[in-house]
């Protein structure tokens, strides 16, 4: 299976959640959008251990299967669809989460997240 990782689900593993560890290692391929890797690296800079935070997750990213997922043009045309959707419902959640849901939606790739306000979005698979 390939899955999107969302910022808690990381923080999850670093923790060594065992159900966490398992999904992630059974993974076929782990992806990681640009908006977790700033949200992980704003979090780090918080701490007194940004330093050691960081080399933890380079030696993350560079494990085989894992990747950086990017935005691109029609990144943007997912994002606004998914804005007007929710917004239509009335569900509103936090733009960094719409990119993540956007990302997902354009790659075709379950999301693997302990934010309910994802299930706002039917369209998107859930791990």
Known sequence: MKLVLDTNRYTDSMNRDARVVH???TAQEVFLPFIVLAELRAGFLKGSR???????LQKFLVQPGVHALMPDDTTTHHFARVHEQ?????TPIPHPDIWIAALCVQHNLPLFSRDAHFDHLPQLVRV
Do not use: D, F, V, Y
Request: net charge positive.
């Open 86 to 90: 929710l917004r239509r419902q009335g």
């Open 50 to 56: 940004a330093a050691e935070n960081e080399g933890r």
């Open 23 to 25: 999904q992630l290692i």
